[in-house]
């Protein structure tokens, strides 16, 4: 009888397995539409594989090694056997990869597949330059070679979801973030997000390409004091015109995924900010992606005193429109008896799994799970030339000439004793910046390393002082050396009988990022005094920065001839350093963020407002200026010099009466008077005069990067349309006025040929 009654259960089983399979199939039919494909999916799905969709955990063992037992690990491990996690994060490299994917796809009921998230934000394993410093170039062709670099490597390594890009605009380099997005401009910062969107995308059918997902949303940038994970506390008009532009675009190039943020806005976190999330992405913009949480910002409402515990917490973020819970744990714990207890609408649950196994289908990944685990693609692509390549031709377009007093730079190629001093400049760590937890310590090639490629001059190599003390680690603090002056002395000697002496000072690359905020931006540790006590012995100084944001330089910006801002350029930073300085490649990079005098200008940019009294009209001390410094800026947004120089003039505009609807052509001619060929980012900025909203003194609404050979002119012709002349009220409505509009047009935000128009 047992042995009859386990054959009976045996044929059963079999045949609800059988059964079951062959329903499941139906989802897997190529030649359906995605949407069927989806809807044949969710009907197969219970209520905690649903949930289960929604849950994202962190790599938390070694998958080719033994199952986990014990702890968090071993129930995560669980989890993922049922079917309960949609997706990983940090899991890399093709076994790894296939290892988990396998049993996601091969031991749950239904197998669906993972879809493998990771930090791609300047590269892979081959790092471009840091975003900001990207962003510097204004070669949006570039950025998007660059992301699709990151994308080849990340994909080849069984990756197949990115988050990035970041594009928080952010007006102050106390927040260590800045790093990671495009500066403080819009429009700029729009133009950058696509080109990065569409790199990292190409078409998600290929194998080659990743998800993108556009964060932080929104509004982190605005951090208050530039303190990581602040409070946020901005205006409608900020809001609509400085921070969602971005974002807007990107929804518009097809982003596939969105993150939210760790702020408030408006007393509501951002994970639970519906206003953000239903009305205005899924609502306004009819974004069809899902969103994820960041990094357990599901469970810090529970800190932000938003909600009460962890159901809560869930009830919150699911009805704000937050899709994916990233390593909170909430939802796989909490959303099922909410659902049951008909707190949550399944409907919410339906949408987000909807919006989720979309990108999945998109990717490909239901018609091959192991489209992404090829390892002779991933020994093949890891590191290879074109890739380093790619990179280093984004870092020579990253870099920007500042200061060129006396044209000290380039340098000459024969016959001069150049003296580089600075740890840094022998540092092969530092120059791969923050985010970057794929690559490996001392890969890039350091600036000594580049310089020594030329044979032609004398070089002599002095530390003259240690940046950093202790660990330098992506979770840990950096400390500097402030008090160490015992290689001041040889470095001094060694300057004093230089030609040149290049000295290359600034940040670690781990002192700015996540949670690397600053309150002061002057040179780390005892650097500033170093570069002093080498003035005092040689004032033909060539200033080589190496930072993640705008430092605050003002003795440098007096004294110094030559200052060149160097960024941190990822793993080709000396080859390109070098060649910049000796001029085998022209800087042409322009800055995207303004350079304070001082830490107490910031926030400091240049789309700022008038303000009621901008100037000293009545030559007293009631206007709007500090009684201790200027408040311009060190350096101005746009600011970028050249080896060649680069005349403006006959700035023209084609209808000075133009009708709301008609396109404004603008023109300008652009020479190169200098002596060598070059680039140019010819930028475009336009004043609404009055308007039923105060409209900042100046806007970015278009700009051209463009080759001059020397003595060649160029017309370079804009078109002004609805879409740049218009603004978004505190309603977030569109509008375009009736009024004068000032037009500026030239090589920064601050020299610049002005015209003017009257929109009827």
Request: hydrophobic share 40%; proline share 3%; glycine share 8%.
């Amino acid at each position: 009888m047992k042995k009859n009654t386990t054959i009976i259960t045996g044929i059963f089983t079999l045949f609800t397995l059988t059964s079951m399979n062959a329903q499941n199939k139906a989802h897997l039919d190529k030649k359906k539409p995605i949407e069927e494909r989806i809807s044949l999916l969710m009907k197969e799905m219970t209520l905690e594989e649903k949930v289960g969709q929604m849950n994202q955990y962190n790599g938390f063992w070694d998958v080719t090694g033994p199952a986990p037992k014990g702890g968090n690990a071993e129930l995560k491990y669980e989890h993922l056997r049922k079917g309960w996690v949609g997706s990983m994060l940090t899991v890399r490299g093709v076994k790894e990869v296939r290892a988990v994917q396998k049993i996601a796809v091969e031991e749950t009921r239904l197998g669906i597949p993972l879809i493998i998230g990771f930090d791609v934000i300047h590269g892979y394993k081959t790092l471009s330059p840091i975003p900001l410093a990207e962003a510097a170039s204004w070669d949006l062709e570039a950025i998007k070679k660059s992301a699709q670099i990151a994308a080849d490597e990340a994909s080849a390594s069984g990756i197949n979801w990115t988050f990035g890009p970041n594009m928080d605009i952010s007006r102050d380099a106390r927040w260590g973030r800045v790093m990671e997005g495009a500066g403080e401009d819009p429009y700029l910062g729009s133009k950058v997000a696509v080109a990065r969107v569409k790199g990292f995308q190409g078409n998600l059918a290929d194998n080659n390409t990743i998800a993108a997902c556009a964060k932080h949303f929104a509004a982190y940038g605005f951090a208050e004091a530039g303190l990581d994970y602040n409070t946020v506390d901005i205006s409608n008009s900020t809001l609509y015109n400085t921070v969602l532009p971005p974002f807007k675009a990107a929804s518009e190039a097809g982003v596939r995924t969105m993150m939210n943020s760790f702020n408030t806005l408006n007393g509501v976190p951002a994970t639970g900010n519906s206003f953000l999330q239903r009305d205005i992405l899924k609502g306004k913009w009819n974004f069809n992606g899902f969103v994820i949480s960041d990094w357990a910002s599901v469970r810090e409402m529970i800190t932000h005193g938003f909600a009460k515990d962890e159901a809560e917490a869930a009830l919150k973020a699911i009805q704000a429109g937050s899709d994916m819970d990233m390593e909170s744990h909430i939802y796989v714990a909490e959303l099922v008896k909410l659902v049951n207890d008909k707190k949550v609408e399944v409907a919410l649950v339906d949408d987000a799994v909807k919006r989720i196994l979309r990108v999945k289908f998109e990717l490909g990944l239901f018609d091959d799970p192991y489209k992404y685990c090829d390892e002779k693609r991933e020994k093949a692509t890891i590191g290879n030339k074109a890739n380093n390549d790619g990179v280093l031709d984004m870092a020579k377009k990253s870099i920007v000439l500042l200061k060129n007093e006396g044209n000290l730079l380039p340098l000459k190629k024969t016959g001069q004793k150049i003296v580089l001093i600075g740890s840094l400049a022998n540092d092969k760590t530092s120059p791969l910046g923050s985010w970057r937890i794929a690559s490996d310590d001392n890969t890039a090639v350091s600036v000594l390393e580049g310089m020594q490629q030329y044979k032609g001059n004398q070089l002599q190599y002095e530390k003259g002082t240690e940046l950093t003390i202790g660990k330098t680690t992506f979770l840990d603090e950096v400390v500097f050396n402030t008090t160490d002056t015992s290689g001041f002395e040889s470095a001094k000697k060694a300057a004093s009988t230089a030609d040149v002496v290049i000295m290359v000072l600034g940040e670690h690359g781990f002192q700015s990022g996540e949670g690397r905020s600053r309150t002061n931006l002057d040179l780390p540790g005892n650097q500033q005094q170093l570069l002093e006590e080498i003035y005092k012995v040689n004032k033909n100084i060539v200033l080589v920065l190496n930072n993640g944001r705008p430092l605050a330089l003002p003795w440098a910006a007096e004294h110094v001839p030559a200052i060149v801002e160097a960024w941190q350029l990822g793993t080709q930073t000396g080859n390109a350093v070098a060649q910049v300085l000796y001029g085998d490649y022209n800087p042409s990079g322009k800055l995207p963020m303004s350079f304070p005098r001082n830490v107490g200008q910031c926030p400091i940019y240049y789309n700022h407002f008038s303000t009621g009294r901008p100037i000293d009209s009545d030559k007293n001390v009631f206007w709007s200026h500090y009684s201790d410094v200027e408040k311009t800026p060190l350096f101005a947004f746009g600011h970028g010099l050249s080896y060649t120089t680069f005349g403006y003039k006959n700035l023209q505009i084609d209808k000075l009466n133009p009708s709301k609807g008609e396109t404004v052509k603008v023109s300008v001619d652009v020479t190169n008077t200098g002596n060598v060929d070059g680039k140019e980012v010819v930028q475009l900025y336009i004043r609404d005069v009055t308007a039923s909203l105060s409209r900042p003194v100046k806007e970015l609404k278009g700009f051209e990067l463009v080759s001059l050979k020397k003595g060649e002119t160029k017309t370079i012709t804009f078109n002004l349309t609805d879409a740049e002349l218009g603004f978004y009220n505190n309603n977030g409505e569109y509008l375009v006025e009736a009024g004068k509009f000032k037009i500026f047009v030239g090589t920064s935000s601050t020299e610049v040929l002005e015209s003017e128009f009257e929109l009827k």
